[in-house]
């Protein structure tokens, strides 16, 4: 299997998941803020949305030009497409495979309902990690292989 490919599969697998996960919390947790489900005694299902970029920052600044996170977030994705087609590395291509999985299921979010759906609420006492999803999570490992992938010696790296 070539890294292109693996890279595509993992950038499919991370959609697929973040979809079909974002799928269920709008039928489950219908309406936002109200129905909240304990999976943990630190972690909570509770549907949100994120009209902002990360962490909802800017939120009240974007809400009206969704077409234009839309498109920064789609400039990003083509750059990452680029990026991988040149990867020499599987990690490396994995890595960008998630990432790119999940910018593109967040994207369709802002392009069907203009706000991106987060249902995953950590929380510890009084305080709360900013509500995300199965996109962010995809995203985050991505970029953690990414760092890992550019922090070991000797590796190869894309070609020109």
Same mark, same amino acid.
């Given at each position: 299997?070539?890294?292109?490919?693996?890279?595509?599969?993992?950038?499919?697998?991370?959609?697929?998941?973040? #979809?079909? $996960?974002?799928?269920?919390?709008?039928?489950?947790?219908?309406?936002?803020? #109200? &129905?909240?489900?304990?999976? @943990?005694? %630190?972690?909570?299902?509770?549907?949100?949305? *994120?009209?902002? &970029?990360?962490?909802?920052?800017?939120?009240?600044?974007?809400?009206?030009? %969704?077409?234009?996170?839309?498109?920064?977030?789609?400039?990003?994705?083509?750059?990452? @497409?680029?990026?991988?087609?040149?990867?020499?590395?599987?990690?490396?291509?994995?890595?960008?495979?998630?990432?790119?999985?999940?910018?593109?299921?967040?994207?369709?979010?802002?392009?069907?309902?203009?706000? &991106?759906?987060?249902?995953?609420?950590?929380?510890?006492?009084?305080?709360?990690?900013? $509500?995300? *999803?199965?996109?962010?999570?995809?995203? &985050?490992?991505?970029?953690?292989? @990414?760092?890992?992938?550019?922090?070991?010696?000797?590796?190869?790296?894309?070609?020109?």
């Amino acid at each position: 299997m070539t890294h292109r490919t693996l890279g595509l599969l993992a950038a499919a697998a991370a959609f697929l998941v973040d #979809q079909a $996960t974002k799928l269920w919390a709008l039928a489950a947790l219908w309406p936002p803020h #109200q &129905v909240v489900m304990e999976v @943990l005694p %630190v972690w909570n299902l509770r549907l949100g949305f *994120n009209t902002g &970029v990360t962490f909802g920052m800017f939120r009240d600044g974007l809400a009206d030009n %969704v077409w234009i996170l839309v498109a920064i977030k789609l400039a990003v994705v083509a750059m990452l @497409l680029a990026w991988l087609w040149r990867s020499a590395l599987r990690a490396e291509a994995v890595g960008l495979g998630l990432v790119i999985g999940g910018a593109a299921g967040n994207i369709l979010d802002r392009v069907r309902i203009g706000a &991106v759906v987060d249902f995953l609420d950590w929380h510890y006492g009084g305080w709360h990690w900013p $509500t995300f *999803n199965m996109a962010d999570v995809a995203i &985050v490992c991505g970029v953690a292989l @990414l760092a890992w992938t550019s922090l070991r010696p000797g590796a190869p790296r894309a070609a020109a």
